[in-house]
């Protein structure tokens, strides 16, 4: 492919300018070859009633696709979509059922790359649609790799199907890889956001991220332009970058709209038999600041002590919402330790449900005292555990 690179970035320009208006940058893979059906993990992302593109399930909860999706050039602030956005993953025909359909909560936009991060309303439970992993080399010259979307091909405006088709490394810049494609393998409108994959040792995984291409081929483009060459945003290198960001909200986003809020437990006073009478609040942040505290739960009359708990936030049922947790001291055991059990207050969206008992120490078995309640997602499941130190 011999082209000069400010030609390439200019016509490329125009087509992400067009697939906005119709879908978005790039893309329709791929020439009508029907893609396996093991390739759950590709959704299509609907921007509101008029554009779509193509994107890669990383998490149970999170999607990859390019920010030009949402925003003609690239340029995205992190927040709630601007329309209302539909994600399908699951189906490789969305003429079927199956999978999960789902609205966007929140966006998260690399700082300086073609790439968004798109959380979804609840994480994706069917068995049969894993995540992607990420790759962690970068591709090489003359490296074949798998590319796949739900946009236009050459025959079919809004096809149903995804397609797949193999495109051959040029060249690896460092934050972008060069693609050729051929006849039979070339990224139309509605491609944009698109995963390109590398197959290792049986594993898929996800080597880049669609941006633009020349669209030679596809419907609807003049039959004079024959390039089929893309240019894709390399997600090799950014794997702390996915893990820092599908990891943040699960902790103290206790409401789900992308934004970390703040719950306490709070002393309301001293009880008849010399307990304390403790509140759940919740402070929900605006984005600049947080809004009045709410009661979410109380423990009535000599039922709680306040000042016998340590309390943890985190995802812990893996409905995308953070949850509380706390470590809980009852009264001394004969041998002198703290009898311990740890409770969690699960989020509604608006507050807490009532606490429930997940585990109790038993007489004589833990010294509460010494002990520091941390949470995380310790055994990768994807849903949040908790620690004691």
């Not at 039959?223 to 950014?238: F, K, M």
């Not at 039922?303 to 470590?327: C, E, H, Y």
């Not at 507050?351 to 004589?364: H, L, N, Q, R, T």
Request: charged share 15%; proline share 4%.
């Amino acid at each position: 492919m011999t082209v000069k690179r400010s030609r390439w970035m200019w016509a490329t320009s125009t087509a992400v300018v067009l697939a906005t208006l119709a879908t978005t940058t790039t893309a329709s893979a791929l020439a009508g070859v029907d893609a396996p059906t093991d390739l759950t993990f590709v959704a299509k992302v609907n921007v509101g009633e008029q554009s779509a593109c193509t994107g890669t399930l990383v998490d149970p909860q999170w999607v990859l696709t390019a920010a030009s999706c949402f925003a003609a050039d690239g340029k995205l602030s992190a927040g709630k979509p601007a329309v209302a956005t539909t994600v399908t993953v699951g189906r490789t025909d969305l003429s079927q059922t199956g999978g999960s359909v789902q609205q966007t909560l929140w966006l998260v936009p690399h700082a300086d790359r073609d790439l968004v991060l798109v959380r979804l309303a609840a994480r994706v439970t069917d068995p049969a649609v894993k995540p992607v992993r990420l790759a962690t080399t970068p591709a090489v010259a003359g490296e074949e790799l798998v590319k796949a979307g739900f946009g236009r091909t050459k025959t079919e405006w809004v096809p149903d199907k995804l397609h797949t088709g193999t495109f051959t490394v040029a060249a690896t810049a460092a934050t972008t890889v060069d693609l050729n494609g051929s006849d039979t393998a070339t990224v139309c409108k509605g491609d944009a956001g698109g995963p390109a994959l590398r197959t290792v040792d049986g594993t898929t995984e996800l080597i880049a991220v669609n941006s633009r291409s020349w669209q030679g081929g596809c419907l609807g483009i003049d039959p004079t332009e024959t390039r089929t060459g893309a240019i894709d945003t390399r997600v090799d290198d950014l794997n702390t970058w996915v893990t820092s960001t599908v990891a943040a909200p699960h902790v103290t986003d206790h409401t789900g709209d992308g934004k970390s809020d703040v719950a306490y437990l709070y002393n309301s006073g001293t009880n008849s038999d010399g307990s304390n009478h403790t509140a759940l609040w919740l402070q929900t942040s605006t984005g600049s600041g947080f809004n009045a505290p709410a009661k979410s739960w109380d423990s009535g009359t000599g039922s709680w002590d306040w000042n016998r708990s340590k309390t943890v936030s985190g995802d812990f049922n893996g409905d995308g919402l953070a949850d509380v947790g706390v470590l809980y001291k009852y009264a001394n055991t004969s041998d002198g330790r703290g009898h311990t059990a740890l409770w969690t207050f699960t989020s509604t969206g608006s507050g807490f449900k009532a606490p429930v008992k997940v585990w109790d120490s038993g007489d004589g078995s833990w010294t509460w005292d010494s002990s520091a309640p941390v949470a995380g997602d310790f055994n990768g499941d994807g849903l949040g555990d908790v620690g004691v130190l």
